[in-house]
């Protein structure tokens, strides 16, 4: 990973524009080859980023400034000024083995591993924790058609967790072994707004209830 804190102007150009004017930042260049603008408040969300697969070029502006354009294979460009580095440093990370789950979510990826057709008809397990370059997806699954699942499980589905997927639905499409994977989204609870981005990457959605799962809530009983 490289780090760099530098005084910046970064702006973006794809389906949408963004500017973020002259102000000190961290620029994040990771080994998967994304690049996040960080500021030092507001939120722990990047200002703006380019995910992988993505190209960094750098070239001096007409001033004489640094220039790095950061550019994705749909042609999005992230343009980045550098009007001062105040610091630059890389590291070596090494392979993260992945985030441990608390025990809730932790308890309903081993229920949905052992009755996957709650998520769909049809549907089998192939593996839970399916390796992939930038960390495990939760469940690898076929539908009846034979071809490959990638899902995605969380207690409280939000935007974070759909771009999470996306981003191993892309490494897993390369694959022709696996190609096509399609994603499922599931969680107890999923927010309007992180549906509508699922919906359209074409991400199935899929509410999960826990108490069903565990037998101690039998929905034909309930009264509402």
Same mark, same amino acid.
């Given at each position: 990973?490289?780090?760099?804190?530098?005084?910046?102007?970064?702006?973006?150009?794809?389906?949408?524009?963004?500017?973020?004017?002259?102000?000190?930042?961290?620029?994040?260049?990771?080994?998967?080859?994304?690049?996040?603008?960080?500021?030092?408040?507001?939120?722990?969300?990047?200002?703006?980023?380019?995910?992988?697969?993505?190209?960094?070029?750098?070239?001096?502006?007409?001033?004489?400034?640094?220039?790095?354009?950061?550019?994705?294979?749909?042609?999005?460009?992230?343009?980045?000024?550098?009007?001062?580095?105040?610091?630059?440093?890389?590291?070596?990370?090494?392979?993260?083995?992945?985030?441990?789950?608390?025990?809730?979510?932790?308890?309903?990826?081993?229920?949905?591993?052992?009755?996957?057709?709650?998520?769909?008809?049809?549907?089998?397990?192939?593996?839970?924790?399916?390796?992939?370059?930038?960390?495990?997806?939760?469940?690898?699954?076929?539908?009846?058609? /034979?071809?490959?699942?990638?899902?995605?499980?969380?207690?409280? /589905?939000?935007?974070?967790?759909?771009?999470?997927?996306?981003?191993?639905?892309?490494?897993?499409?390369?694959?022709?072994?696996?190609?096509?994977?399609?994603?499922?989204?599931?969680?107890?609870?999923?927010?309007?707004?992180?549906?509508?981005?699922?919906?359209?990457? /074409?991400?199935?959605?899929?509410?999960?209830?826990?108490?069903?799962?565990?037998?101690?809530?039998?929905?034909?009983?309930?009264?509402?």
């Amino acid at each position: 990973m490289r780090l760099v804190v530098a005084t910046c102007q970064v702006d973006y150009a794809g389906r949408l524009t963004a500017h973020l004017p002259m102000a000190t930042r961290v620029l994040m260049l990771k080994a998967d080859g994304s690049v996040l603008v960080h500021s030092d408040g507001g939120s722990y969300k990047p200002l703006n980023w380019m995910s992988p697969p993505c190209t960094l070029s750098e070239s001096k502006a007409d001033d004489g400034r640094l220039e790095w354009t950061v550019t994705s294979k749909t042609a999005d460009t992230l343009r980045i000024l550098i009007d001062e580095i105040h610091h630059e440093s890389s590291h070596e990370l090494g392979i993260d083995p992945g985030l441990q789950k608390d025990g809730v979510e932790k308890h309903l990826q081993e229920l949905l591993a052992d009755h996957p057709a709650t998520l769909g008809e049809g549907l089998t397990l192939v593996r839970r924790e399916y390796p992939t370059p930038i960390g495990p997806v939760d469940l690898m699954c076929r539908d009846s058609d /034979g071809k490959s699942v990638a899902v995605e499980i969380k207690r409280r /589905g939000e935007i974070d967790g759909v771009e999470q997927l996306t981003r191993y639905l892309e490494l897993l499409n390369r694959d022709p072994l696996l190609a096509p994977v399609r994603g499922i989204f599931a969680a107890q609870a999923i927010k309007p707004q992180a549906r509508v981005l699922a919906e359209d990457r /074409g991400i199935t959605c899929a509410i999960v209830d826990y108490d069903a799962l565990r037998g101690l809530d039998d929905p034909t009983e309930r009264l509402f």
